[in-house]
């Protein structure tokens, strides 16, 4: 993972290795869906390997123009879902509610046994919108250790985003972020009538990482790390 955004080195000190849970969170605009898509595409297009990234909030036709336009490409080995695949999975005529969650499990799993081990990255974006889909948040929340537990028991490498923010310099305390292997924050500061986007890791197990503010710039070439962000923390 660290040398799929330029500089993200410079944050990640040793490799992350799937399989992994990792919870991707910030605000509007803080480029949550860019960072995940660049992560997926820059590292699937050199490892022989083949990846899905499931967008719940647009149709793939538009997440794919959408990435082009800041310049992220992608090939024909990562493969862009949207809600309509999972449409096909409910089953007609049954009025009891619909469990999203099992069928993006579902379609995940007929993905794997289509792909096998060549299956190895899932982004889910975003929790948000499958939260919104559900009656029951209680049980809703209950029912994510299983998902958790399963998708690393297919070996995936699995980034699932969600909006959120960090309140009183605490990160997300939410149940998703403790049972998560790693939270990635991505925020924007303001300075001076300048807004800078920046990523932060609040904790990746079995990797050691810095966990300092680093500015994040959007360029021709898609996102770019930059050095830390001095009076930040």
């Known amino acids: 993972m660290r040398d799929t955004v330029s500089g993200l080195e410079k944050i990640l000190r040793n490799d992350v290795d799937a399989p992994k849970v990792v919870l991707v969170i910030g605000p509007p605009g803080s480029m949550k869906t860019s960072f995940c898509f660049s992560v997926m595409s820059r590292h699937l297009s050199g490892a022989g390997e083949i990846g899905m990234y499931l967008t719940l909030e647009e ?24 809600f309509t695949d999972i449409r096909e999975l409910e089953l007609v005529g049954d009025e009891s509610p619909t469990d999203y969650i099992s069928l993006i499990e579902r379609l ?12 190895t990255m899932l982004t889910i974006d975003s929790l948000g919108a499958l939260y919104s ?36 310099g605490k990160f997300y305390s939410g149940t998703e972020a403790f049972l998560s292997d790693g939270v990635i924050y991505l925020g924007m500061d303001s ?21 300092e503010r680093h500015a994040l710039e959007v ?7 930059l050095g830390p962000m001095l009076g930040n923390s």
């Open 133 to 168: 889909l559900m009656d029951d948040g209680i049980s809703l929340r209950k029912s994510m250790y299983h998902f958790f537990k399963n998708l690393r028991e297919m070996g995936l490498f699995t980034m699932l985003i969600m909006e959120g923010s960090i309140a009183d």
């Open 59 to 82: 149709t793939s036709a538009s997440h794919a123009k959408n990435m082009k336009s800041i310049g992220i490409d992608y090939g024909k080995n990562l493969f862009i879902s949207d």
């Open 191 to 211: 300075n001076r009538g300048k807004i800078t986007r920046f990523v932060q890791v609040g904790k990746m197990r079995a990797c050691d990482h810095s966990m």
């Open 108 to 119: 995940v799993r007929n993905f794997k046994q289509k792909h096998g081990k060549a299956f």
């Open 219 to 225: 360029g021709r070439g898609g996102l770019q790390v």
